[in-house]
């Protein structure tokens, strides 16, 4: 990978929090704390993680979405996915589903295991204005499906989305056709190793450290940072990491809508109004 001065800064850190969602999984949520914790259009970031069973055995029941989309990545774990519209779909270790809510879809995601790891990160992501009511669309992929490029130096890379460029050799992962251009990248770094990449300043950008220790950001500002950190990147050429240990890092980036974000639980929109209709929508069986 190229080498350059102009390496992005480290703007702002969030700790992930301990928390819990649906019937009482437990989970660490970095994005979405609050309503100042977010990266337009990146609105929560959830990472799951027990082989407790009453950590997750409760799953998450029937619930509402509209107006952004959902993207749950496994790495352990089975988890049975089915929504009111008569959508299945198994999410098994390393598959990964993006779901557009659009204009209202209410999903279930409940353990297929009474035992054993369960283990994986949810991401949400803002939909355009002129998005946010077209109809309800998933974008399923198996393990096998998604790409793993390595880089000499103790790299290698899972392609969820986007388009990784290695000298000649270009990886395009299988997520298409969402308008915000995301990037989403598993990086596994071996002790020592150093992954440096161009990213436009088009993109916003979060490294989110799930395994190890990494040393991130300019020559201005080297800070090491560790497992459970959301780490916001600034303007620069460049993204820059290395591995204090053995490492696993989440690249998430993705071109800013700057929109108004009006959000009640699980609703996305613009505007208060807009809100409203959707309660009223939801409460009135109207999600079709």
């Known amino acids: 990978m190229a080498s350059n001065s102009s390496t992005k800064p480290v703007i702002h850190v969030i700790n992930a929090m301990k ?3 649906g019937a009482g999984v437990s989970l660490y949520r970095s994005l979405g704390q609050s309503q100042f914790a977010r990266l337009d259009p990146f609105l929560m970031l959830d990472e799951f993680g027990t082989e407790n069973p009453d950590d997750y055995i409760a799953g998450f029941p029937s619930h509402p979405h509209r107006g952004f989309e959902t993207v749950t990545y496994m790495l352990e774990g089975h988890m049975l996915h089915e929504d009111h519209l ?6 098994k270790s390393g598959d990964v589903q993006w779901m557009t809510a659009g204009r209202g879809i209410i999903p ?7 035992h054993g790891a369960m283990r994986g990160f949810q991401l949400w992501i803002n939909l355009p204005a002129k998005e946010k009511m077209k109809p309800a669309s998933y974008q399923d992929i198996s393990a096998n499906n998604i790409p793993v490029h390595s880089i000499d130096g103790g790299i290698s890379i899972k392609v969820i989305a986007g388009e990784l460029r290695d000298g000649d050799k270009v990886t395009t992962g299988p997520v298409q056709g969402i308008s915000t251009k995301p990037i989403y990248w598993d990086i596994h770094l071996t002790n020592g190793a150093e992954f440096e990449y161009p990213i436009s300043d088009e993109f916003n950008i979060l490294l989110y450290i799930y395994e190890g220790e990494l040393e991130i950001g300019s020559q201005e500002g080297i800070r090491d940072f560790t497992s459970k950190q959301a780490v916001i990147l600034g303007k620069g050429q460049f993204v820059k990491i290395k591995a ?3 490492a696993k890092v989440l690249l998430l980036a993705a071109v800013p809508l700057k929109e108004p974000v009006v959000q009640y639980g699980p609703f996305v929109m613009n ?7 959707a309660i009223t929508d939801y409460q009135n069986n109207e999600f079709v």
């Open 19 to 21: 928390t819990s969602d």
């Open 86 to 91: 008569g959508n299945r779909g198994d999410l």
């Open 108 to 114: 279930s995601e409940m353990p297929q295991q009474a």
């Open 244 to 246: 204090k240990s053995p």
């Open 271 to 277: 505007t208060r109004e807009e809100i409203e209709q």
